[in-house]
């Protein structure tokens, strides 16, 4: 059964929200939406969020921060637009959907956001900047479910501020049949919100260069829920900067006496799904074995399954002016639909036999851009109910 936003009304909330973790038998759910997706907008916060990426795996590609980006007005600092090739958006669509139609296929209630108008997405507008709107896609950065309570992190790229608003008729169902609804601080998200400790030089400007604003607070919260491995009772929180451990501060205050959260330094830049994943209770998928040492002392006696070196067979072959925002790990990015059965990319057949090998069920599905657009087949998803409980798996 699948839903979409003309339809939401009558379908939504049919079971209460419920949803601890990656594992258990899914029963609902929400699949992005990337209608009306045809450019990329580098501004400030996408060149700090995708800093690892644009400089590791676009070599002939120019990078750096505000002021010395400018747009196309050639203003300094102003949102610089790249078009995306009709063909790769074509081809993203068509997958986003039978991803969807798989779901949905298998007995999962599949819900769909708001979807933006083809000709005329829209802009964000705050006192202190302007952004083109980016469709309700990789889902999964902004909405952390935890339990019966689905809470709206604060957003660390400008063009994705107002994003859960297209989700917000399926939020306001969950709500009617008794949901907790919760809307982290909105950052102002000026220039000097911003902790730019990570960069590394080369054509990226110092803190002290950027552009001064009537609205600055200093640095602010700012913490996407892809950064959070659910486990029942627990959440672990992979912090990289300021603005993340802000956020995370705010996670453990209003979580205190319903979950524990255990905070992880620098595992990745920023999200943590492509690097390690919970399958069930007591079994990770993990980018490599050195992950481990980073991770709560309890999650280190978890089995461990190492995924396999990415191949650039799995990957089409891109034109030097085709960004890459993801890296070649970006297959680890799977969804589980119960304790034995994974949905897995279908070009990464390695990683379906490895797991095959380990008791699990594999089922392949197409998403051939995953390193154009910023993710995978998890964080184009929200599980909203799911049979399990808050359980202790890390006592």
Request: aromatic share 8%.
């Amino acid at each position: 059964m699948t839903t979409t936003e003309e339809s939401i009304g009558s379908a939504v909330g049919t079971r209460a929200l419920n949803s601890y973790d990656d594992w258990s038998p899914l029963r609902e759910i929400v699949v992005g939406s990337a209608a009306a997706y045809r450019e990329h907008v580098r501004d400030l916060s996408f060149e700090l969020f995708f800093y690892d990426n644009l400089t590791d795996d676009n070599p002939n590609r120019p990078h750096g921060y505000y002021p010395q980006l400018t747009g196309g007005t050639g203003e300094p600092g102003a949102p610089r637009r790249e078009a995306i090739k009709q063909r790769y958006v074509d081809e993203l669509n068509e997958d986003v959907e039978g991803i969807a139609d798989v779901l949905s296929g298998m007995g999962v209630t599949v819900h769909r956001p708001i979807a933006l108008p083809a000709q005329r997405p829209g802009e964000v507008r705050t006192p202190a900047w302007s952004a083109p709107v980016l469709p309700p896609l990789n889902i999964r950065d902004n909405s952390l479910v935890l339990g019966d309570e689905v809470i709206e992190t604060s957003p660390m790229l400008r063009s994705r501020y107002f994003e859960t608003q297209l989700l917000k008729p399926i939020f306001m169902r969950y709500f009617a049949g008794g949901a907790r609804w919760t809307v982290m601080p909105r950052p102002l998200m000026t220039d000097q919100s911003f902790d730019l400790s990570r960069t590394l030089g080369g054509n990226t400007e110092t803190v002290s260069a950027s552009r001064l604003s009537p609205y600055d607070v200093g640095t602010e919260m700012m913490i996407d829920a892809a950064q959070c491995l659910r486990l029942g009772r627990d959440l672990v929180v992979n912090i990289a900067t300021s603005n993340h451990a802000l956020g995370c501060d705010w996670l453990e205050r209003h979580l205190a006496g319903r979950f524990r959260v255990h905070r992880i330094y620098n595992l990745t830049d920023s999200h943590i799904d492509s690097c390690v994943v919970p399958l069930r209770p007591g079994v990770l998928l993990v980018r490599s074995a050195q992950v481990m040492d980073r991770l709560p002392a309890a999650l280190q006696k978890w089995t461990t399954i190492v995924a396999p070196e990415p191949d650039a067979s799995m990957f089409p072959a891109y034109d030097d002016d085709d960004l890459i925002l993801t890296s070649p790990f970006i297959d680890l990015n799977v969804l589980s639909l119960d304790e034995h059965t994974v949905l897995i990319n279908e070009a990464n057949p390695e990683l379906g036999r490895l797991l095959e090998r380990h008791g699990f069920s594999t089922v392949p599905v197409r998403h051939r851009h995953r390193r154009l657009f910023g993710g995978g087949l998890h964080c184009f998803t929200l599980d909203t109910v799911r049979d399990g409980a808050g359980e202790d798996y890390l006592m």
